[in-house]
């Protein structure tokens, strides 16, 4: 297939029941939900799906242990019920996650403190599935074979959440299913114009033009009867473009809402004393914010580590679409870790990599970044600004993603929400069978029929859940596709060509950063895996070798 004509396929001259703008994973389980109750439904994604935002996360389902803090109880209790229907829906992507709190002597948090938090905590996610917390003493602790900082110790409170470490494919997961239910999901299509019709003196919102950012920017107009905003620090940016139909620019704009924080991580790997199955949620020594050392597998590759996060309002100048974590906030990471496990003698080149992104928080007169509220609103531009069947979404986390999606479709249509019980499209798994008896029950069958190693075959049913054998059948027609693309990772070439073919990968950075693993939890690539997977975009696009050559050229060039 040639690139240019990839958007022929699809009917872009109807009129929609609902366009949504931002493809993260709010904007992608909205247009599950909006598929799946029967509207027709078109997303666009300047980038690729879940580029922004979701994809520098701490990568956590929780209840959001600190907001009791501030006194955000509907918060907390809202994400702990989607953390069980997340964990439940999605078994392969999201995972229990026990979380050690320890307690020093001068901390902000007494051990009485956080045992009395733990206790609502607990209430708050009655009928959970996870254990409840413990109190550990410090004599337990030594129990647990971890090399921590002991000076001041006075116990610690042991408890659980969920995470999901490759939250790029949690997003395509619902991507999928939407494509699947009739939705018209379109990656690389960057949105320049919103238009509105004039009625009296307010405005209603129409229609949308894009361009296709793959083929020479070719220009696009759609209409539909609703729009939703949902590219979450760029809302702001994206009002820029409300105009009339006439091209002129609305007599007013939206109000400014977003005020987002900066937060940055860092990969490492194992290091002495790190914990070996859980993660640690501590208060930072420097400025007594909460940061994580969480535990970082993907798939059944190696063992490493995320750490992070930081919490920094954003400059005027800051770019959203180029950050880069700074040497002060890499050196903050590091001296914390090191505070908290005496032994690891961490330094920048324990680094394998590192990311950072914008919480799309609402805008706040608040001094503190920590005190900026993680509620999501929905924003009825009708009632606020004039703009009927526009809106808008603030905030929003990656735990509550299926019920910010449910709000929003409720507004637009009567039919009933199914997303809390309905299987997506890579988790149809056998009613009342768990994930883990799945996998043994198909384990040694997949082995022998695809001639695989159990091993690899454990590390895609990890990324694919039941879609696996969908990949899996690439091999049988070629079993070339059977070799690992990476001598460091289980990733194999099928996944490469099952991309491009069923998951609206276009380019070697949509493979190799939100397709693959690899891209996951290494900056530097090696040159062959570049090469690789050049090859079958080639292949699979009938991209002529100069223009292959100058791909990947500026690929190696930007560092991978």
């Known amino acids: 297939m040639r690139i240019e004509h990839r958007l022929d396929q699809h009917n872009l001259q109807q009129l929609f029941d609902l366009i949504i703008i931002g493809g993260g994973i709010n904007g992608a389980g909205a247009a599950r939900d909006a598929a799946e109750r029967g509207l027709t439904t078109l997303l666009i994604e300047k980038n690729d799906f879940g580029s922004g935002c979701s994809a520098h996360s701490t990568r956590l389902i929780h209840g959001g242990l600190r907001y009791l803090e501030q006194l955000e109880f509907n918060l907390v209790y809202e994400s702990l019920q989607e953390r069980e229907i997340l964990l439940r829906n999605y078994p392969h992507l999201v995972n229990p996650l026990g979380l050690l709190v320890p307690a020093y002597k001068k901390s902000k948090y007494s051990l009485g403190k956080l045992k009395l938090g733990m206790m609502f905590y607990d209430f708050l ?12 003493n410090k004599e337990q602790m030594a129990s647990l074979n971890l090399d921590i900082k002991q000076q001041g110790l006075k116990g610690a409170v042991f408890y659980h959440d969920g995470q999901v470490p490759f939250v790029e494919r949690l997003v395509l997961e619902n991507i ?37 950012m793959l083929n020479g920017k070719k220009p696009y107009t759609v209409y539909g009867k609703n729009i939703i905003n949902m590219t979450g620090p760029w809302l702001d940016e994206d009002h820029e473009w409300l105009k009339t139909n006439e091209g002129f620019r609305l007599s007013h704009s939206p109000a400014k809402r977003i005020g987002g924080t900066k937060g940055s991580h860092i990969v490492v790997k194992s290091f002495e004393g790190a914990p070996a199955k859980f993660g640690i949620y501590n208060e930072a020594k420097a400025d007594g914010r909460p940061f ?9 590759n190696e063992d490493l580590y995320l750490i992070g996060t930081t919490d920094i309002f954003l400059g005027a100048h800051d770019n959203l679409d180029n950050l880069k974590i700074s040497e002060e906030e890499v050196q903050y990471l590091l001296n914390e870790v090191n505070d908290l496990f005496p032994n690891a003698n961490l330094s920048s080149k324990s680094i394998t990599k590192s990311f950072c992104g914008v919480r799309p928080l609402p805008l706040s007169k608040s ?35 299926r019920n910010l999606a449910k709000e929003v479709i409720d507004k637009l ?7 809390d019980q309905s299987q997506t499209t890579g988790c149809k798994y056998p009613p009342n069978l768990s994930f883990y008896d799945y996998v043994q029950n198909i384990l040694a069958d997949y082995s022998s029929r695809y001639e695989m190693e159990a091993h690899t075959i454990l590390h ?45 990968a276009y380019t070697l950075e949509d493979i190799l950063t939100r397709r693959l693993t690899i891209g996951l939890s290494r900056d530097k690539i090696e040159k062959s895996v570049i090469q ?29």
């Not at 001094?367 to 009632?383: F, Y």
């Open 125 to 136: 996610s009655a009928g959970k599935s996870l254990l409840p917390y413990q109190t550990v």
């Open 532 to 560: 690789t997977i050049s090859h079958y975009l080639s292949q699979e696009f009938e991209l002529m070798a100069r223009e292959r050559d100058k791909v990947t050229k500026e690929l190696l060039t930007k560092g991978y």
């Open 176 to 212: 999928r299913t939407a494509q699947e239910l009739g939705a018209i999901c379109l990656n690389h299509c960057q949105l320049t114009d919103i238009q509105c019709s004039k009625v009296n003196d307010n405005y209603q919102a129409s229609s949308i033009k894009f361009k296709d």
């Open 367 to 401: 001094g503190k970044e920590g005190k900026v509220s993680r509620k999501h609103s929905i924003i009825n531009h009708g009632k606020k600004d004039h703009i009927s069947n526009y809106y808008s979404v603030v905030g929003g986390k990656i735990t509550t993603f």
């Open 292 to 300: 994580f050392i969480l535990p970082y597998k993907i798939g059944m």
């Open 460 to 504: 895609l049913l990890m990324l694919y859940g039941t879609n696996t054998p969908e990949l899996l059948d690439l091999c049988l027609k070629n079993p070339l596709l059977k070799n690992k693309i990476s001598t460091e990772h289980e990733d194999i070439e099928a996944q490469i060509v099952y991309a491009i073919r069923n998951e609206s």
């Open 413 to 419: 249509t009567k039919n009933k929400c199914h997303t």
